[in-house]
């Protein structure tokens, strides 16, 4: 997984399978100006059976930085 701050997006690298974008939601602001992401795979327990994906978001939701 890489991490574009040019244009905002995350590319998923297995022979490429595809790019996307955080987008706001109910409850947090999009990502943008990103410097990384994680993300891990396995079981984190009932809250996140499935594992979990943390990006860096470098503005809040009116587009101050922090």
Do not use: C, N, W
């Not at 399978?17 to 396995?42: N, Y």
Request: proline share 6%.
């Amino acid at each position: 997984m890489a991490s574009s701050q040019g244009d905002d997006t995350f590319s998923i690298y297995d022979r490429h399978l595809g790019r996307f974008r955080v987008a706001p939601g109910p409850h947090a602001d999009g990502s943008e100006i990103s410097d990384g992401a994680m993300v891990a795979s396995a079981s984190l327990g009932d809250a996140f059976p499935k594992g979990l994906l943390v990006v860096h978001d470098g503005t809040d939701a009116g587009g101050r930085r922090p």
